[in-house]
């Protein structure tokens, strides 16, 4: 069993900066950031492996920045220059044996 928690969202200006964290319960191999903005599907934002290769979507390349603490079990999403776009849940997901594990999600809001 792997439970896996976001924070860091909120409510942020266009141009802005923040922050998330995923927090697993145990050490994961690779760790997939996913977005779902109101009446569209869920898409992929980024991932990072155990050995910290990364990807990105490209509406996301140059902007955001995956990055990993295994000592804390723990993946950072930076977000920079937003855009209201970016507005969205964001979840974080691994696959352990076989298995899909989501966190609960934390809201990014882009607004002035």
């Known amino acids: 069993q792997v439970q896996l928690v976001e924070s860091g969202g909120g409510l942020v200006q266009p141009g802005g900066s923040l922050r998330l964290s995923c927090a697993a319960s145990?050490?994961?191999?690779?760790i997939n950031w996913y977005r779902q903005a109101p009446g569209k599907q869920r898409e992929y934002v980024a991932h990072?492996?155990?050995?910290?290769?990364?990807g990105y979507a490209d509406s996301v390349k140059g902007r955001f920045t995956i990055s990993r603490d295994n000592a804390k079990n723990t993946v950072y999403l930076q977000m920079d220059s937003l855009t209201s776009e970016d507005t969205a849940v964001y979840y974080c997901?691994?696959?352990?044996?076989?298995?899909?594990?989501w966190g609960q999600g934390t809201q990014v809001t882009v607004s002035s």
């Open positions: 990072i492996s155990s050995d910290s290769m990364t």
């Open positions: 997901n691994a696959r352990v044996f076989f298995r899909d594990y």
């Open positions: 145990r050490s994961i191999g690779t």
